[in-house]
């Protein structure tokens, strides 16, 4: 059975920082992943992918030098380190496997998405 399960979300003061972890069953991990969120009353929206052997990164401009992602695969796990939090990076934060397509931002290109961590930044 395939599982995702996202960890580490909680509550931070701007400027804070916080590291979420993915730590995904079987053979998800061999995929590139990607980490999206989800604000209250908004679509969830692309944060940061990486490739299946952690060779290449992408990020949404919005996070560009505050966020890193990264991964252990021997943990089958991933990681989002955020820095420099802001009020407006309060969300739900979900992990998935990049599956398909070209593009990594794209929410339709992944799957096995897990149940989400809740982050909160005061301000």
């Known amino acids: 059975q395939v599982q995702v399960v996202e960890s580490g979300g909680g509550l931070v003061q701007a400027g804070g920082s916080l590291r979420l972890s993915c730590l995904a069953s079987g053979r998800t991990f061999t995929y590139a992943m990607g980490w999206f969120r989800q604000a209250p009353g908004k679509d969830r929206e692309f944060v940061a992918s990486?490739?299946?052997?952690?060779?290449?990164?992408f990020y949404a401009d919005s996070v560009v030098g505050r966020f890193t992602i990264s991964r252990d695969n021997a943990k089958n796990t991933v990681y989002l380190q955020m820095n420099s939090l802001k009020p407006e990076d309060t969300a739900d934060y979900y992990c998935?496997?990049?599956?398909?397509?070209?593009?990594?931002?794209?929410?339709?290109?992944?799957?096995?998405w897990g149940q989400g961590t809740q982050v909160i930044v005061s301000s």
């Open positions: 990486i490739t299946s052997d952690g060779g290449r990164t």
């Open positions: 998935a496997a990049h599956v398909s397509g070209n593009s990594w931002s794209l929410e339709r290109n992944y799957d096995y």
